[in-house]
């Protein structure tokens, strides 16, 4: 069975901190990796997507893939209080059936002011 | 571009009830997800529409029923609804090419 493994947490940082949240994977044909926050009560966001190994960067955000270790990571450099929040990780399935998401349960992060 | 739209966004039923909830994508976009959130369990995966057609499917029992419109958008049918059924439903849509997805607000179900 294809999984997605999170740290559920509390991951809790000081304001100003970089957090870094794990998210390992099963399924070694994976080929796309999102990760979404989620307020409480409301709907996850999507925050980055990476299709290939190394980095991506977007804002105070990355994204890091290593395929041959199956784990991806998001960094959030300069934590904010408002980055407080789940945050799920999310790989694609088969390449033949890419729509289907399996979904880690989600680390949940505290900022501290 | 208006984003996904569910309604509505709260229910309460009773035990033994039906109910339907309905997902507006984003125009464009044919592919809709459901997805059941409840805090024990994470997001679990429904079922998947694409061009009127179900293209995945998740591990629900047969209460748990789909549609989807000429249109795109999608309706969720829950037949004889039991007390486990109370979470958060969430509609996702996404672009042909890719799979990103992209959330709706929500309906949260309350069964008692």
């Known amino acids: 069975q294809k999984e997605v493994e999170q740290n559920s947490g509390p991951l809790s940082v000081p304001e100003g901190a970089i957090a870094s949240l794990n998210c390992t994977y099963s399924d070694r044909g994976s080929q796309s990796f999102f990760w979404y926050r989620q307020y409480s009560g409301k709907s996850p966001e999507l925050i980055m997507f990476?299709?290939s190994n190394g980095d991506k960067e977007d804002g105070r955000f990355t994204a890091q893939l290593n395929k041959a270790s199956q784990y991806v990571s998001l960094l959030i450099r300069d934590s904010q209080p408002s980055d407080s929040a789940t945050y799920l990780c999310a790989v694609g399935a088969d390449a033949g059936n890419n729509r289907k998401l399996i979904w880690g349960l989600g680390t949940s992060l505290a900022v501290n002011p | 571009k208006a984003g996904v739209t569910q309604t509505p966004r709260y229910l309460i039923k009773t035990r033994g009830q039906q109910v339907t909830l309905s997902c507006s994508p984003i125009?464009?976009?044919?592919?809709v997800s459901w997805y059941q959130q409840t805090p024990g369990q994470g997001l679990q995966f429904l079922f998947e529409?694409?061009?009127?057609?179900?293209?995945n499917k998740g591990n629900f029992p047969g209460r748990f029923s789909g549609r989807q419109f000429s249109n795109s958008r999608s309706e969720m049918n829950v037949s004889t609804l039991e007390l486990g059924d109370s979470a958060l439903y969430l509609c996702?849509?996404?672009?042909?090419?890719?799979?990103?997805?992209?959330f709706g607000a929500g309906t949260r179900l309350s069964v008692l």
């Open positions: 529409y694409f061009s009127e057609t179900q293209r």
């Open positions: 990476i299709y």
């Open positions: 125009s464009g976009h044919r592919s």
């Open positions: 996702a849509s996404a672009p042909d090419r890719g799979n990103i997805q992209y």
